[in-house]
Structure formats: structure tokens, C-alpha cells
């Protein structure tokens, strides 16, 4: 979207000699439609500049500003801030379509690539902030390789808890939202699980970290009912050549948790019979490697046993 100056032209996207009026270093200032392109676009050039279109009679608006300033300031120049008055400029708040206030744009190379609209909170815009300059919010690295060590021991209160403090510092964290998922999953809260990954655009949905949660879903809905192991397993012992059962026993694996055990049963249908019941059991065993994921060592020890099986 180019920006349009007040006599009609578009707005350049390059700085002329000398720069701009104003102090070019400030991260934060009054701005006006008169001296947008010296307080907006020219700086943007270098740093994305974050808009904050506000009124005097807005009360959200006392309550945001105060907070992207601080965000900002926090930012160590990573991002500058300029509040324009929209009842004493309306020009480019006209341009940006501004239907409500507060709103906050953020310019980039002369062009708005991002911003929100209402008094969200100061973890939103560090979010945002993130966002457009590419950086970590400080700590992130350090809980998610808590959450991740958390998860891999058991500990799923821990890992919960390391997951969740991500998304109060960054709720939009995909990594995060997927963890805790894996976390509700393991605790045997589907529908928990499922909610977190509500709302994610096509692209989210590619993650592989999404994927692999989407799978761990498919795959405990196909077990739900499965019924317990130990029953399984007495029906296995009493006829072991009966590979219906064998199946039965493996899926009660799977509903228990136990994607190990429910391996080994499904190898030893395909030991007997490579084809049995329309490749059932390869398809099974393919979906429970990919709920794994390809660098689980269930997942590279198992399809080496596979290709043994359907390569001998």
C-alpha cells in the first residue's frame, strides 16, 4: 500500500540530502501529517516505525500509549514510535482506514506491514514488535528448552508451565501452542489439545511441530475405545495366530500411550502376514511413525525393522 502526501503524490520510499526535521535518533515523538514523511517513512528506511493514531477524548488510548512506549524503550531502538492526534491530523489515518482508536500501524520501508486496532496487552506488542524485526523475546530460548527437556523426562507440569510462560511473553509462539498441545495430548486432554490449534492459517498449519500434533490427535481418536492392554494381551496369549486380536492389543497400545509395544505387535502381524487385511498393519505402523516423528529413534529403529520385513 503506498502512502499518499497531502498535495496527492506518492510518497517516496528514498531519503533526500540531509534528511528530515526533527531529532532523526528519537525513539519516541509527536508526529503530523506536515512532517509524516520526515517522522514516519524516511526513518522506516532503516527502522520500522510503529504509528500510534490517537484522540484526546479516547480513554483505551491513555491506557495504550503509556504501554508502547515502554515497549519501545525496551526495544533499544529496534523499533521507533510516533503518536499522531487523528482530530488534529486526519489525513494519513484516512489512508490507513482507521475505523477505531487506538490503532497502531507499523511502517517498514515506507510501507505498513503490520499493526492491531484497541488497548492490547504490553506481551501483544512486545509480540509485535518481535515480529518485525526478527528478534526473541528475552527467556523464550530458555523455556522452550526447558519445556522440551521437561517433556522428553515425563514431566508434564513442568513442561506445561515452561510453555505457557512462552505465551504470556509471545501468544503467538506457534512452538509453544503446539507443546502445550503435545502436553494435553499426553495427559489424555484431546479436546484441549485440539483447541489450541483452532484459528491457524494454512501456513501454520505446515509447521511441522502442528503436524506432528495434528497426527498424535488422529492417532488417539483412531485408539479411543481401544479398550486396556492387559485384556488384549490375555486374548493374544490364549491364540497367538489370531491377528485380529493381535491388531486389538496393538491399538490398546497406542490408547495406553505405549506407541513402543503397539510397534512390536504390529511388526509381528506383518512378520505373518505382509498383506494382512489390506496392508492394515504397515498403514497403521506409518501413522505411528509419523505421530513419532522421523527423528524419534522408535520411528528410525521400527522402519528399519519394516524394510527387514517387506525386503527379505
Not at 130 to 136: E, K
Request: aromatic fraction near 4%; proline fraction near 7%.
Amino acid at each position: 500500500m503506498a502512502l499518499i502526501s497531502p498535495s496527492g503524490k506518492p510518497m517516496s520510499s528514498a531519503k533526500p540530502p540531509g534528511g528530515g526535521g526533527g531529532d532523526p535518533g528519537a525513539l519516541i515523538k509527536d508526529g503530523t501529517d506536515a512532517t509524516f514523511k520526515q517522522d514516519v517513512i524516511d526513518p522506516s528506511m532503516d527502522t520500522p516505525v510503529l504509528i500510534d493514531f490517537w484522540a484526546p477524548w479516547c480513554g483505551p488510548c491513555r491506557t495504550l500509549t503509556p504501554t508502547l512506549e515502554r515497549a519501545v524503550t525496551a526495544a533499544r531502538g529496534k523499533v521507533k514510535l510516533v503518536k499522531i492526534n487523528i482530530d488534529e491530523n486526519p489525513a494519513y489515518a484516512g489512508q490507513l482506514r482507521v475505523q477505531s482508536i487506538p490503532a497502531v500501524f507499523v511502517i517498514d520501508k515506507g510501507k505498513p506491514v503490520d499493526g492491531f486496532m484497541g488497548a492490547v496487552p504490553e506481551s501483544q506488542i512486545k509480540a509485535l514488535i518481535d515480529r518485525v524485526t526478527g528478534g526473541t523475546p528475552d527467556g523464550i530460548d530458555e523455556l522452550m528448552s526447558e519445556a522440551a527437556e521437561s517433556l522428553s523426562l515425563g514431566d508434564l507440569g513442568g513442561a506445561a508451565q515452561s510453555y505457557a510462560s512462552v505465551l504470556q511473553l509471545d501468544p503467538e509462539n506457534l512452538k509453544a501452542r503446539a507443546g502445550l498441545a503435545r502436553v494435553y495430548l499426553a495427559s489424555g486432554q484431546m479436546d484441549q489439545a485440539g483447541q489450541l490449534l483452532v484459528g491457524l492459517t494454512p501456513e501454520q498449519e505446515k509447521d511441522p511441530d502442528v503436524t506432528l500434533v495434528r497426527t498424535r490427535i488422529r492417532l488417539a481418536e483412531t485408539a479411543a475405545g481401544a479398550g486396556d492392554p492387559e485384556t488384549h494381551a490375555a486374548k493374544v496369549a490364549r491364540d497367538p495366530g489370531n491377528l485380529a486380536t493381535r491388531f486389538d492389543l496393538a491399538m490398546a497400545h497406542v490408547g495406553a500411550g505405549d506407541l513402543e509395544s503397539a510397534v512390536h505387535q504390529l511388526l509381528s502381524i506383518l512378520k505373518a502376514d505382509r498383506n494382512w487385511e489390506g496392508d492394515k498393519a504397515r498403514k497403521q505402523l506409518l501413522e505411528i511413525f509419523d505421530a513419532a516423528g522421523p527423528n524419534a529413534e522408535l520411528t528410525k529403529s521400527g522402519r528399519r525393522a519394516l524394510s527387514s520385513i517387506l525386503f527379505a
